[in-house]
């Protein structure tokens, strides 16, 4: 089982950017795919980006596509997100969420650990 901790949310203006961080502890790292996910006030939480246990793969919202990039570190057991172009509508709460696997998932009910999420809020 592992257990996912994210950082680096905050504010920010728009046009700005941020970099996310999830660092993992507990299970065998590399055999995760690796997502992110977030959730606006009153929305369904929705997928932004994921990467297979290698980073060979990612896969990315088309909301976000071309500003966002997802990458990971297995040797120190990271999967971050550089968050680049930043507008009022990506302000959400942003979840690190990890499925056992080597797909490229893409739905919430895909991924069976979640980390307590960040905050990141994109003023205009």
């Known amino acids: 089982q592992v257990q996912l901790v994210e950082s680096g949310g905050g504010l920010v203006q728009a046009g700005g950017s941020l970099r996310l961080s999830c660092a993992a502890s507990?299970?065998?790292?590399?055999?995760?795919?690796m997502g992110w996910l977030r959730q606006a006030p009153g929305k369904e939480r929705e997928f932004v980006a994921s990467?297979?246990?290698?980073?060979?793969?990612?896969a990315y919202a088309d909301s976000v596509k071309d500003r966002f990039t997802v990458s990971r570190d297995n040797a120190k057991k990271t999967v971050n997100l550089q968050m680049n172009n930043l507008s009022p509508e990506d302000t959400a709460v942003y979840y690190c969420?990890?499925?056992?696997?080597?797909?490229?998932?893409?739905?919430?009910?895909?991924?069976?650990?979640w980390g307590q999420g960040t905050q990141v809020t994109v003023s205009s």
């Open positions: 969420a990890a499925r056992l696997g080597a797909d490229r998932y893409y739905r919430r009910e895909d991924y069976n650990y």
């Open positions: 507990g299970g065998t790292f590399n055999r995760y795919t």
């Open positions: 990467i297979v246990w290698d980073g060979s793969s990612t």
